[in-house]
């Protein structure tokens, strides 16, 4: 299921950075009083009310030819354009200004819905002056205080109002979806042009070349597919995505409707910083994982070479222990017939089911040869364990005192389970729970 996006949307120094940051949770943008200080869009996930959100916090939308206020208007920009609702942020202290006007202005051509609220008011005094903003046409104002936490329970309410409704996605049980993920060059477009054997997707060495998420759905060997092509940097007109910050939203987009993930490496480049953070979200979002190395054909491409990348991506990827890795070339169609198989693999395996009494056999036989750890003098026990969910695999286990689950004992059970069943290409969850 797709997660709504929120953004937050003013002039400079009206507080997004602290609204955004109370809704999160935790102090990810920079707070300071100093105008322009968050320059980039900035995301992070939100929950209210048992919805989760993605929620992007933007520099300030302010007029000017200086390039730093250029780039600030167009991250807004494009910010508004990737959501679903906004969030319009004025300084309550200073009344409407000439620049609250123009970024109202902005937000109606966006023809999105637009929530108002009226921050640093934080005190009750203050709360008669804010039918001032009735006059910039978006209804009512939610006067908040983002220092002091004040009013934003009735924002919210009010954001999540206008999120589309909840829909789960329809979808043949049997069809495997799977996403394409990978920083900007990376040959993402080209791997799908070559898994379908038609020009379906715009391929060039330009940075950034394609626009949209494509679906595209394909039989092969008698499985169906479909493959979800993420966009690399978005342009509309003269807006222009920094490199770093590409489509981050789209990615998430489009793991979320993903049952596999192909995160791709460029074997000319190596492993770069934002391969690790790409391969992150779809760690985070329980998708399982193939971990695709493209350009093989452009390197020294024996089997010592292979070797020597394969233990690399092994070092520089520790949290994805589970993927596999497939080594190819979009371009010359070299190894591609090795792609799908694993892609299949490692689909049945993020449905697969244990029963209960197997998986109560390799724990307990994990247990006989590890024994539960003391903790004050206290031991733990592990009761019995159950399978609850899959997409991924996840598992209860009922102990006497979930504080003596130590991670390292939590791992080495996960390490006992992958080996008694096959779960190459998943996450898996093991949730530790006391018995009722």
């Known amino acids: 299921m797709r997660k709504s996006v929120v953004a937050i949307v003013g002039r400079p120094n009206v507080g997004k950075s602290t609204i955004f940051n109370r809704l999160v949770g935790e102090r990810i943008s920079i707070v300071e009083d100093i105008p322009g200080v968050t320059r980039d869009r900035i995301y992070s996930k939100a929950e209210w009310l048992n919805r989760e959100f993605n929620l992007i916090d933007t520099g300030g939308i302010e007029a000017g030819d200086e390039p730093l206020l250029v780039q600030m208007r167009q991250q807004a920009e494009i910010a508004i354009d990737e959501a679903d609702v906004i969030i319009f942020l ?6 409407i200004t000439g620049a609250d006007e123009e970024v109202a202005k902005l937000l109606f051509k966006s023809n999105k819905p637009v929530v108002l609220g009226v921050n640093k008011i934080d005190n009750p005094e203050m709360r008669e002056t804010i039918y001032e903003y009735y006059s910039l046409g978006f209804g009512e104002p939610f006067p908040i ?3 002091h936490g004040l009013g934003l329970g009735d924002l919210l309410d009010e954001v999540i109002h206008h999120f589309p409704e909840e829909e789960e996605q ?5 069809t495997i979806y799977f996403s394409v993920i990978g920083r900007p060059n990376v040959g993402k477009s080209s791997l799908v042009n070559a898994l379908l054997n038609e020009e379906r997707v715009i391929v060039s060495n330009i940075e950034g070349t394609t626009r949209d998420a494509v679906d595209t759905p394909f039989t092969r060997d008698g499985q169906d597919y479909v493959i979800i092509d993420t966009a690399g940097m978005r342009k509309r ?13 789209r990615t998430l987009k489009a793991i979320e409707r993903a049952d596999v993930a192909l995160v791709l490496i460029d074997a000319e480049t190596g492993i770069m910083e934002q391969d690790k953070r790409v391969a992150g979200y779809a760690h985070e979002e329980g998708r399982a994982v193939v971990i695709v190395v493209n350009k093989w054909d452009t390197v020294d491409s024996d089997q010592k070479a292979m070797q ?5 991506i092994r070092m520089q990827f520790q949290f994805l222990d589970y993927a ?7 371009e010359t169609k ?13 689909s049945e395996n993020h449905v697969k089911r244990i029963p209960t009494n197997l998986l109560n056999d390799v724990i307990m036989d994990a247990i006989a040869v590890n024994p539960t750890p003391t903790f004050k003098g206290k031991r733990l ?3 019995y364990a159950t399978q609850v969910s899959v997409k991924p695999p996840s598992f209860v286990v009922f102990v006497n005192d979930p504080e003596l689950m130590h991670f390292s004992y939590k791992r080495f059970l996960e390490n006992k389970i992958r080996e008694a069943i096959d779960y190459t290409g998943t996450p898996i969850n093991i949730f530790v729970r006391r018995r009722q």
Do not use: C
Request: no cysteine.
């Open 308 to 312: 020597k990348f394969e233990k690399n």
């Open 381 to 383: 026990k592990v009761l």
């Open 90 to 95: 004025i300084n309550g202290k200073e009344g």
């Open 334 to 346: 070299k190894r591609l017939h090795t792609l799908l198989p694993v892609v299949k693999m490692v």
């Open 170 to 174: 329809e979808e043949d049980d049997e």
């Open 145 to 147: 205080s983002g220092a």
């Open 324 to 330: 596999p890795i497939v080594f190819l070339s979009a």
């Open 237 to 249: 007109g003269k807006v222009y995505e920094t490199t770093e910050k590409y489509s981050v939203l």
